[in-house]
C-alpha cells in the first residue's frame, strides 16, 4: 500500500523533493492558484499552518493552473504572490496537474484513495484540501469551498492520534 513517503515532486525553487521528510507529520495537501475566487484561503492555511506546526502538521500546497487559467504565473512569480500578499510560510511546490494525462502521481493516488461527492475521482477547482495521517495515508478530502478553519478540528484530532 502506497504512503505519502512513496512520492515526490519539485518544490517551488526547482529542487526535487521526497515526501518521506513529511513521514510522522499530519499533512494537508492543497492544489492552489493565485488568481481563483478561492485565493483569500491561502489567509487561512497559513493560519493553520502557524498555529498546529509545533503539533506535528503541514501545508504543502501545489500550484496548478488546470482551472481557467488562475494561476499562469511561472513558479517565481507564484513564490512571489504567495510571500508578498499572504506571508506564506509552508511549503510550496512546482505547478503541477491535478487531473487528465499528466495529472502528478501524488494525486492520482490521493484521488483513488479519497474520491470527491459520489464517489467522483476528479479535482473539481483549485482549493481541493486532502488531509493526511501521520502514518502518510489520506483521512479525508475537503472542497474548494471547505474553509481552512473549518478544517482545524481534524487536524487537532489527527494530530493528537
Avoid at 93 to 106: M, T
Avoid at 131 to 146: E, H, N, S, T
Wanted: contains cysteine; charged residues 25%.
Amino acid at each position: 500500500m502506497a504512503t505519502l513517503a512513496d512520492f515526490s515532486a519539485v518544490d517551488i525553487d526547482g529542487a526535487q523533493r521526497s515526501l518521506r521528510e513529511y513521514a510522522g507529520r499530519v499533512v494537508l495537501i492543497v492544489n492552489v492558484a493565485s488568481r481563483c475566487g478561492f485565493t483569500p484561503q491561502y489567509e487561512g492555511l497559513e493560519a493553520l499552518y502557524r498555529e498546529h506546526v509545533d503539533a506535528g502538521f503541514t501545508v504543502l500546497g501545489f500550484p496548478c493552473d488546470q482551472f481557467r487559467h488562475q494561476e499562469p504565473g511561472d513558479e517565481a512569480e507564484i513564490k512571489r504572490f504567495c510571500a508578498l500578499h499572504y506571508d506564506v510560510t509552508f511549503p510550496l511546490f512546482a505547478k503541477i496537474d491535478v487531473n487528465g494525462e499528466h495529472a502528478h502521481p501524488l494525486y492520482r493516488w490521493l484521488k483513488r484513495e479519497r474520491p470527491g461527492l459520489l464517489g467522483t475521482q476528479g479535482i473539481k477547482w483549485n482549493f481541493t484540501k486532502f488531509l493526511v495521517g501521520r502514518d502518510g495515508l489520506p483521512i479525508r478530502r475537503y472542497g474548494p469551498a471547505d474553509k481552512p478553519a473549518a478544517i482545524a478540528p481534524a487536524i487537532v484530532a489527527a494530530c493528537s492520534a
